[in-house]
């Protein structure tokens, strides 16, 4: 029999993990939100009551949803504060050392009945599974992003992933009246195999002078009907976090046309990461983001 998730915990507090806070406190589960630092927590804590504002202001929430759903989210500075919840979801970054390490601690400090899920974009729900006691109750649960706004959820089994662990999580997704899709273990699963290839191309197109970052973003936005263009798009995501998913689809299926563009890690390097560090293809520190190229 799958269990009824109730309470949620999270860790890392970044642009998914916050999202993944907002929908399901809305949903009416208690949240408990785990990052590094306090201050994370609390920069989590602050763009969730603005994002969930702005919900209101568009019609989207009522303000008395909007202070419930935030009565219902606390900071958990440890991961023992984590101790009460159905189910963890890690949402850190997108590197597969952090989120081992992640896992051998949740394990310690979690009873084993907890259910163990990660929000990974790319990495193997079998390999993340094999770092805890609990492979049976671990699971792949991709949500995109803004969370939200997005319709769909991925769910992904590892090799040893139980039907009940599998169940608890599609009940989780349709409680949030979202739409969840079924994914086999494979790198970067369904949405990133399609759509991280044509952003690394669309960076290629870009590198190799084909056409600039406007050019290249208009031609897919009205020639393709893309709501976004590639540039725009990759910005959005995070340069980091795209660069992680072309790499592991690199060594995970070892084909060379998903060798990842040097432009791209250029502008990782740089710690130009898109939106989020305020630079990427786009400059957003001025009232109109301007492109970089
Ligand atoms: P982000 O950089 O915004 O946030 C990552 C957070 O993890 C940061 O706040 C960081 O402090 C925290 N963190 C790192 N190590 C930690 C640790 N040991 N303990 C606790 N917290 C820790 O990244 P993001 O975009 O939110 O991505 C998070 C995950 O979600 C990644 O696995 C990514 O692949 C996946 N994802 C991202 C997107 C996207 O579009 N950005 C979409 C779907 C899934």
Redesign the pocket.
């Known amino acids: 029999m799958s269990v009824t998730i109730n309470t949620i915990g999270i ?7 916050n999202g993944i806070a907002h929908v399901c406190a809305a949903a009416g589960l208690s949240v408990r939100l ?3 630092s306090e201050e ?1 927590i609390n920069g989590a804590l602050a763009t969730i009551n603005g994002n969930m504002a702005r919900q209101v202001a568009k019609g989207a929430m009522t303000d008395e949803v909007r202070h419930a759903a935030l009565g219902r989210i606390s900071a958990a500075k440890t991961f023992e504060d984590l101790g009460g919840c159905d189910l963890v979801i890690e ?4 590197n597969e050392e ?1 989120k081992r ?2 896992f051998v601690n949740l394990c310690r400090a979690l009873p084993p009945e907890t259910l163990l899920a990660t ?4 990495i193997s729900i079998t390999r993340l599974a094999a770092a805890t006691n609990r492979p049976e109750k671990f699971i792949g649960i ?4 803004p969370v939200p706004v997005m319709q769909l959820v991925e769910l992904i089994r590892g090799i040893a992933t139980e039907d009940a662990t599998f169940e608890a999580a599609r009940g989780l997704i349709a409680r949030l009246g979202k739409t969840s899709t079924v994914s086999e273990d494979f790198p970067a699963f369904i949405v990133n195999r399609i759509l991280l290839p044509m952003i690394n191309e669309a960076v290629y197109t870009l590198y190799e002078g084909v056409g600039s970052v406007e050019s290249i973003d208009t031609a897919m936005k009205l020639g393709a009907n893309h709501p976004m263009g590639p540039l725009q798009l990759a910005d959005f ?2 340069l980091d ?1 795209c660069l992680s998913v072309m790499q592991v689809l690199h060594d995970g299926l070892a084909d060379s046309k998903y060798r990842p563009c040097p432009l791209l890690v250029k502008y990782v390097e740089a710690g130009w990461l898109g939106r ?1 560090t305020k630079r990427g293809f786009y400059d957003y520190r001025g009232e109109k983001p301007v492109p970089t190229r």
Do not use: L, P, W, Y
């Open positions: 860790v890392g507090a970044g642009q998914m993990g785990n990052d590094m994370r949402a850190a970054t997108e952090v390490n992640i929000n990974t974009s790319s991709h949500f995109m992003n995501i995070g976090t989020k």
